[in-house]
């Protein structure tokens, strides 16, 4: 039997600078079983579409009532021949196609510019004098989000640059809103969709098509998508996953949905959707296929009977970034703070370096589901060499770890293997703020390419940190940040507030933590996000272990996940919402961070408790010394010094010297020390360059220090020569 043609959509709307890795990770998987792949981002499509002259005329042509839009959508409107003469210069220049464009956007009246260029602050401190091409896209940013404005307005409520008709898959435990949505008539980036998709189906005329739906902003997109290709061709087979239906759809019971989708599958896709596809094939029966609901007899089955096993994170294979534009995603500039830049801009190569969580303890996160309790690891030779196939293919070398959170030792057996074999990246991924992450294991992660890590502080509070199962502390976590702070590795802290019981002296006290997080330069980035209690998480199962009440939502036929809850002991979470994300805002910009904390409150709050100095005492607590770490293992990523004798003795109690030069990229250093002790040092570094495999520890380096030495391997471990080669690159992890 021939095998199916497959194609892989991600359907609108995700990030806009960077492709979401799913399409690219089946893609890769599929094609190493030998099926015929391709995939498409539509909702790039889509975009790239509506943000063309073409485009804009055609949207704003059909606004017929100007004068009951606000007055910032009809200033828009006034200025829309400046909109349609702009717009496909500044999509190129977005692209990377056109960087000369940065000088016009800076320095003359080239944008049009409505209510988004109210919120400029001051450029020159946030981009500098030179920084003249950021400035540029940051501008031409607030521009795009200007039209989006109107677009929302005028043309089509549920557009945004990050989400689709959101609101329909938040909570959704009815199908009947997204059903009558999907009958409405078509919005004009609707129909700009599925122009899209008539193309691609076209060129492709496939046999079956995947939809990837990570979020509830993609939801309805897919199935607007599903609707069109069974009113076309009804006879190609559809098929959803991802982390919405991972998280929403697990008690899927809506025969409505089979309409447009014949199967859904949770959790990973490799294994389910291969079963499908030998279904298909003939070459399996339906009874044994795996994590897959679909519709038999008008009724909705859930059929798992599968008996091989799970693919494994080692076999999924790499990603395969083909058929994708990828030099027509468009770069962001949203907000002037280079951590949160690096979600909207740039192109980044999407990877796991572990699947699951080590930890899956906090009480607040989906442990139970597959996502996270199924933890798996690859070595570190086969994740650097798919690093290298997908730089070969995507001609990128800026990598984003998609972890949920990535294991300490993982990542630093991936450091020294890529910088063994010499391959240059940047990266950046999701951490815990783990002991783990000493000092010398930051700089080493920075002189693998990383440039940046995000982690969890949550509530910065000590007792409710032990209540949700963190596994960290707020001290604890000012180290590690600090650690990383000074490898030159920017910090984005995930911050929560509205945890079961949280008083709003806690509240209070968790902001005071930040801010001297913020003052003690530890941190660079954070944002504050409002607990949700989910359905498969153990404060979802288990409400009245953590002190909350669970008040809906009434478990329907479609999704379930988020659910509604009454926190009695707790304060109103909701009021602290707006004076939490200014004060953060502020201190991300070193703005306010003297001010007292009523300040961001436009009602009263209680004075801090937390000591001023807390962060600063943390940070500054001795660490365990050398002598403590001789288990560790020793790194020196430099050259062999080449050494010199010194002084030769004519007495007998002198002692003979002799000078080692370390020839390093930023700058030489030598040291003038005893010979015995030199010839000792050089035996060491040439066996740490010379590509030997076994690890050298602290403790067996020991174990060859010269007995004739003039002081002891303590006394050396603290002395200025040894304190001066750990300073210039001598790690110990």
């Known amino acids: 039997m021939k095998s199916p043609v497959i194609l892989l959509i991600t359907p609108p709307l995700t990030q806009l600078n960077t492709p979401y890795p799913a399409t690219a990770y089946l893609k890769g998987f599929l094609k190493s079983r030998g099926f015929n792949v391709h995939q498409s981002d539509l909702g790039l499509d889509m975009v790239l579409k509506m943000f063309s002259r073409k485009g804009l005329e055609r949207m704003f042509n059909s606004v017929t009532n100007i004068q009951k839009l606000s007055d910032n959508a009809q200033r828009i409107y006034r200025l829309r021949k400046s909109y349609f003469e702009t717009v496909e210069p500044v999509i190129k220049f977005l692209q990377n196609q056109d960087s000369t464009l940065a000088q016009q956007i800076c320095y003359s009246r080239f944008l049009p510019e409505a209510s988004r260029f109210d919120q400029i602050g001051d450029l020159e401190a946030g981009f500098g004098e030179l920084g003249i091409t950021d400035k540029a896209r940051h501008l031409a940013t607030l521009y795009l989000e200007d039209i989006a404005d109107f677009i929302m307005e005028a043309v089509c409520p549920h557009f945004g640059f990050s989400r689709y008709a959101e609101k329909l898959g938040l909570s959704a435990t009815s199908f009947e809103p997204i059903e009558k949505a999907l009958h409405a008539p078509l919005t004009i980036p609707d ?3 599925l122009e899209s998709l008539d ?14 739906v990570p979020f509830p902003g993609n939801l309805f997109g897919a199935l607007l998508l599903a609707k069109h290709i069974k009113s076309v061709n009804p006879e190609i087979k559809t098929l959803m996953g991802g982390g919405y239906p991972n998280t929403e759809l697990r008690s899927l019971n809506e025969p409505k949905l089979f309409k447009y989708i014949d199967f859904v599958t949770l959790d990973d896709g490799e294994s389910p959707w291969l079963r499908i596809l030998e279904f298909l094939n003939g070459e399996r029966e339906i009874g044994n296929l795996q994590r897959t609901f679909l519709l038999q007899n008008g009724t909705v089955s859930y059929i798992n009977n599968c008996t091989e096993k799970d693919i494994s994170h080692t076999e999924v294979g790499t990603p395969d970034y083909s058929d994708l534009k990828l030099d027509k995603y468009i770069s962001f500039i949203e907000v002037m703070n280079p951590m949160h830049r690096l979600w909207s801009d740039g192109r980044w190569n999407k990877l796991t370096v572990a699947h699951g969580c080590y930890w899956k303890r906090c009480s607040f996160c989906d442990i139970t589901l597959d996502y996270i309790a199924r933890y798996e690891t690859a070595p570190a030779t086969l994740l650097v060499d798919r690093i290298e196939q997908i730089i070969a293919q995507t001609g990128q070398t800026g990598f984003h770890f998609v972890d949920e959170a990535a294991p300490p030792l993982a990542l630093r057996d991936l450091a020294i293997e890529l910088i063994t074999r010499g391959v240059k990246i940047s990266w950046w991924g999701n951490i815990r703020f783990e002991k783990t992450f000493t000092p010398d294991l930051c700089r080493l992660l920075a002189l693998s390419g990383c440039i940046a890590v995000s982690g969890g502080l949550e509530v910065a509070s000590d007792r ?79 409400p009245e272990k953590f002190g909350v009440v669970k008040i809906g939502p009434e478990q329907g036929n479609f999704a379930y996940n988020d659910l509604w809850h009454d926190d009695p002991q707790g304060t109103d979470h909701e009021a602290f919402g707006k004076g939490l994300a200014k004060a953060i805002y502020n201190f991300m910009h070193g703005i306010g961070l003297e001010e007292n904390l009523q300040f961001w409150f436009d009602f009263k709050v209680p004075r801090t408790t937390v000591a001023k100095n807390l962060i600063y005492n943390a940070i500054a607590e001795p660490g365990k010394s050398d002598y403590e770490k001789r288990n560790l293992r020793l790194l020196w990523f430099g050259n062999v010094p080449e050494k010199t004798l010194g002084f030769k003795p ?25 010979l015995v002790i030199g010839d000792w040092l050089m035996n060491i570094f040439e066996n740490l360059t010379s590509g030997n495999s076994e690890p050298l520890r602290l403790k067996e380096i020991e174990t060859t220090y010269p007995v004739e030495a003039p002081l002891s391997f303590t006394a050396f471990l603290d002395s200025v020569w040894w304190k001066q080669i750990r300073e210039k690159g001598l790690l110990l992890v």
Not at 650 to 674: M, R
């Open 199 to 212: 193309e691609l189906l076209s060129e492709v005329k496939p046999d079956v098509v995947g939809f990837s």
């Open 650 to 674: 004519k007495k007998v109690n002198a002692v003979a010297t002799c000078t080692l030069t370390f020839y390093e990229k930023a700058e030489d250093f030598e040291l003038e020390l005893p």
């Open 464 to 542: 409710l940190l032990a209540k949700m199962e963190k596994g960290v502390s707020i001290a604890q976590v000012a180290r590690v940040t600090e650690g990383f702070t000074q490898a030159g590795i920017m910090v984005h802290a995930y911050l929560m507030y509205g945890f079961p019981t949280q008083t709003a002296q806690e509240t209070i006290d968790s902001l005071e933590v930040v801010r001297q997080l913020f003052e003690n330069n530890v941190i660079q980035s954070g944002f504050w996000h409002r607990f949700s209690m989910t359905a498969h998480s153990p404060i979802g199962r288990h």
């Open 191 to 193: 129909e700009m969709l």
